[in-house]
């Protein structure tokens, strides 16, 4: 892999063409250090216990105990969990199952962002074993830690966005990195698309999360975004693209009907504390995004 990983220059030159806002050196770094940590049993044992210590008590997620006097760089000894796999899920499970699932998995991941400041950066189907107690998850190999400033910043996008907050939202985008604070770069395109990504999350309603809302989101950034020469990628944030594509491609899968509003608002905001109301019909087609309602 070590010798595999050094033939990336391809990879980055094409970034550069592509995107040059984007620091192909760094991203292909993170590449680098990401993959070559899943090698080391030892480190994804260490991700594992600390994802296991802080779910402990979350219902519906489980983590597999680790038993660390068995493990080693090459090996990696769990408990044992008895599940069904996606397939034998999808297949078999009903409509409740599946929206119970489905916000375990999406629960699982932004706490595990603002709650931990960790992300298990490999949503696949195969990393996902389903009981009658919840859904057991399987590997921690690939685990990008954040900086806190970075998670604040981030947190702050978010809030912002949803309390249709212009001015903070474009000083937290400069934060994360995606952006410079001077130059062509058009803030206000990238908040109607940023409202794109996180529809489900703008809404009170059940939400219809399916594989043709996955292909245009994928359109929007990549297709159709006017900031797509400007955009910047830090190198902390490469991994987390997984969260868009990856993670809501296997939500997707499990074809839930759900609201993940009040879910998103539990991890962003303190008990307690003042949160945004819904987005209003005429809100939403002033910032043309389109929801897919159940039915």
Known sequence: MRDDLQN??????????????????????????????EC??????????????????????????????HCSERVLTTALIRGQSFQEFTSAASQPERDRAAAAIHNFAFKSIFGLGALNCDPHPGNYLFTPEGVAFLDFGCVRRFSPALVAAWKQMLRSALEQDHPRFREAVVQVGLAEASGSFDFEAHYRQYLYLIRPWLMAEAVALTPQFIGQTYRAMLVGNPNRA??????????ANRLQWGLYSVLAKLRPTL?????ILDILYAPGEARPAPFTDSELQRYRVVLDHPG
């Open 8 to 37: 990336v220059d391809l990879m980055r030159r094409l970034l550069g063409v592509m995107a040059p806002k984007l620091d192909g050196e760094a991203l292909m770094a993170e590449l680098r250090e990401r993959f070559l940590e």
């Open 40 to 69: 080391d049993y030892r480190k994804e044992a260490a991700n594992q216990v600390d994802f296991r210590k802080f779910f402990l008590a979350e219902p519906g997620v489980i983590v597999p105990e680790v038993h660390a006097a």
């Open 230 to 239: 400007l955009l910047k990628m830090p190198r902390e944030l490469l991994f």
């Open 259 to 263: 609201s993940l509003r009040e879910q």
